[in-house]
C-alpha cells in the first residue's frame, strides 16, 4: 500500500487537513501517516484543534516549538528528514502557508519525494508577509497544486506554471465548517456569553502588521470600542496579541467598550474550531485579518467580504469565492482523489 505523509504544524493546518484525512481513509487505498511538527505547540493553539475536529492523534510529533522563522524552518527540516528516510513516503501532503509547510517543502524536494499543496495559488502580493514567500516558495516546488479558487489557477498561470500541475479541488475549510456546524450549534457558547444570534461581531486580530506595533493595534482597540457602542464585540486572542495586550495602555482601550462582558470575551486565548461564535450562528460583522475567518463569514447564507477586505486579509480568494453548497462539500473528496494520483493508487 502506497504511503501520503501529511505535514501539519499550525492551528489552520489542522482545519484544513481534517476533512482530506478523513476522506482519504473512507476510501481505504492508502496508509496516511500524519506529522505534527510542533510549531504550535499550545494545548490551546494545538490539541483541542485534534479532539474538536475528531483528527487522530499524530503519529509523529517533530517538537519543533518557537523560534525565528529561520530556526523554526530549519528545525522542522532537520528532524523532518529523518521521518522521510525512515517511513519513504510516495507522497508529501501540505496545506497552507506557515513555516512547517515551507520546510516540508523543502524536505520533499532535496528527497525527491512528490509534493501535493493543497491551497495552492494565493496571493497576497506583499512580500513583507513571511506567509507570501511561504506560498510563493511551496508552489513552485510542488509537483501537484490543489487550488481552491479559479482566480488561485489565474495566479499560477501568470507566474509561468504548467497547466498539468494545476488541480482546481475547492476549499476545504468550508468542508470542516460544514462538517461541524450542526455540532457546534448545539453548544451553549452564544446564551453563555449572553449574546443574541446575528447581533454581535467576531474580530480576530495576529498578524504583525496589525499588532506587533503597540499604536497601531491600540488605533485598532479604540476602533473596536466605536463598533461596540452598536454591537458586542467577540475578540478571541492569539497569544501573540495578548502579549501586546499585556502592557500597561490595553486596559485602559478595551474598558472604552461598553458592551464588554464579565470576563471580557477578549481575554480567551485562541477559540477552539467548533466554539467559535460565527461557527455557529452567523454574526453580521467579521473584522478580521484571519483568512479563515473570512472564508467561514463568506460561506452560503452570510454576505461575502468585499474583494478589498481579502485582500487585505492576505487571501484574495476569500472574498469572491462562495460556491453552492454542495460543490464546496466535494471539495476534500476531490483533494483525497487528487493526491494520490494513478501512479499512488495502483496495487503493488
Not at 452598536?230 to 478571541?236: L, N, S
Request: a positive charge.
Amino acid at each position: 500500500m502506497k504511503t501520503v505523509l501529511h505535514v501539519v504544524g499550525a492551528r489552520p493546518n489542522f482545519m484544513k487537513v481534517a476533512p482530506i484525512h478523513r476522506a482519504i481513509a473512507e476510501r481505504g487505498r492508502l496508509r496516511q501517516i500524519l506529522v505534527h511538527t510542533g510549531q504550535h505547540y499550545d494545548v490551546k493553539m494545538s490539541d483541542v484543534f485534534f479532539t474538536d475536529l475528531k483528527l487522530p492523534p499524530p503519529d509523529i510529533h517533530l517538537g519543533a516549538g518557537s523560534g525565528s522563522h529561520a530556526e523554526q524552518t530549519a528545525k522542522v527540516m532537520v528532524e523532518l528528514e529523518k521521518v522521510c528516510a525512515g517511513e519513504r513516503p510516495d507522497l508529501i501532503s501540505v496545506v497552507g502557508d506557515v513555516n512547517s509547510t515551507l520546510a516540508a517543502s523543502l524536505v520533499a524536494a532535496k528527497a525527491l519525494i512528490p509534493l501535493a499543496h493543497v491551497e495552492a495559488g494565493l496571493r497576497s502580493n506583499d512580500r513583507t508577509m513571511p506567509e507570501e514567500i511561504n506560498r510563493i516558495v511551496t508552489d513552485r516546488l510542488a509537483d501537484f497544486l490543489l487550488t481552491p479558487s479559479t482566480d488561485a489557477d489565474e495566479n499560477l498561470r501568470r507566474e509561468g506554471v504548467d497547466e498539468g500541475r494545476i488541480f482546481f479541488v475547492g476549499n476545504v475549510m468550508i468542508d470542516s465548517l460544514f462538517t461541524f456546524r450542526e455540532r457546534a450549534q448545539r453548544l451553549p457558547t452564544l446564551g453563555q456569553m449572553g449574546l443574541a444570534p446575528r447581533k454581535y461581531a467576531v474580530c480576530t486580530m495576529h498578524r504583525p502588521s496589525n499588532v506587533d506595533d503597540p499604536e497601531t493595534l491600540y488605533d485598532l482597540l479604540g476602533a473596536l470600542g466605536e463598533i461596540s457602542r452598536t454591537v458586542p464585540v467577540i475578540f478571541p486572542v492569539h497569544p501573540r496579541t495578548r502579549k501586546i495586550l499585556s502592557t500597561a495602555d490595553a486596559p485602559r482601550k478595551l474598558a472604552d467598550c461598553p458592551h464588554r462582558r464579565k470576563p471580557p470575551p477578549w481575554t480567551c486565548l485562541a477559540s477552539r474550531y467548533a466554539r467559535t461564535p460565527n461557527g455557529r450562528s452567523p454574526s453580521p460583522w467579521a473584522p478580521t485579518s484571519s483568512s479563515a475567518l473570512i472564508r467561514s463569514a463568506s460561506s452560503p447564507r452570510r454576505p461575502k467580504p468585499s474583494a478589498e477586505t481579502a485582500r487585505k486579509a492576505a487571501c484574495p480568494t476569500a472574498g469572491t469565492v462562495a460556491p453552492r453548497r454542495g460543490s464546496l462539500k466535494s471539495s476534500s473528496i476531490r483533494c483525497s482523489a487528487l493526491l494520490p494520483f494513478p501512479s499512488l493508487t495502483s496495487r503493488d
